[in-house]
């Protein structure tokens, strides 16, 4: 298993925001987390991601305990963060915001070859390669701040509302390049969503989180029943 996450608990300060909380992502797998606002559901990304320390449990990578390693650490074992946001630099264009992720690497031809690849699936970052980021559209914009993760060709892709603030066209293009990642890159993906339908439509398999803890994990097409979909984001 890629990553596991056992029995954590997390918050800020004396607030506890996610309990008990256990799942898992495999190699190449599309894993969605899904619930209503306020469920906690960036908190587990940062958790993850190791923004936020636990204060019970464990997360795993690749079978190595990672959970108080610092962020830095865990991008350097693989695991790519894209919080909410897009963020970008906004003076340098597309082509050095893609090369600038990169800067780090002692292979330059592998980056290279990463932005090759970040282009084949955005088009649209090839055709505005000489645009200034600053410049670019909302959905642009979330497209470089994606491909600028790739480019350090990460192992694991975590992805915090991805279509926030997207028109419904881009939104579909959207997850049609993520769904891409783990075919074009052999990555895995790890989503956190409040566009359901989207989410679930791209997904192996899905979490419902609600009050900070896992109310479902499977297959999504267990989740076709409305009714019990909206009784498990309200939680009860």
């Known amino acids: 298993m890629l990553l596991e996450v056992d029995q954590l608990e997390a918050g800020y300060g004396e607030t506890i925001v ?4 256990c799942m898992n992502v495999g ?11 306020g469920a906690g559901k960036s908190s587990l990304m940062s958790a993850i991601y190791g923004v936020i320390v636990p204060t019970k449990g464990k997360v795993l990578f690749e079978g190595v305990e990672i959970t108080r390693e610092k962020p830095s650490r865990r991008l350097a074992r693989g695991i790519g963060y894209s919080p909410q946001g897009a963020p970008v630099f906004p003076s340098m264009t597309v082509a050095d915001n893609l090369m600038i992720s990169g800067f780090s690497a002692t292979d330059q031809k592998a980056v290279a070859r990463s932005i090759e ?3 084949e699936i955005f088009p649209a970052l090839r055709a505005r390669r000489t645009t200034r980021a600053g410049s670019l559209s909302g959905g642009e914009r979330q497209m470089l701040a994606l491909g600028m993760l ?8 975590i992805l915090d509302e991805p279509s926030g603030g997207l028109s419904p066209a881009m939104v579909d293009q959207m997850y049609a390049s993520i769904k891409s990642i783990a075919n074009t890159l052999n990555a895995s993906v790890l989503i956190v969503e409040q566009n359901i339908n989207q989410a679930l439509a791209i997904a192996h398999r899905v979490y ?4 900070g803890r896992i109310r479902f994990s ?8 409305t009714e ?9």
Request: net charge positive; charged share 25%; proline share 4%.
């Open 18 to 21: 996610l309990r008990d909380i």
């Open 27 to 37: 190699e190449r797998e599309i894993v969605a987390v899904v619930g209503h606002n």
């Open 117 to 119: 690849h970040v282009q």
């Open 150 to 157: 790739l480019v350090g060709a990460p192992r694991l892709v």
């Open 208 to 211: 419902v989180l609600a009050n």
């Open 218 to 225: 499977g297959s999504p097409c267990k989740l076709d029943d």
């Open 228 to 236: 019990l979909l909206r009784k498990m984001l309200l939680g009860f």
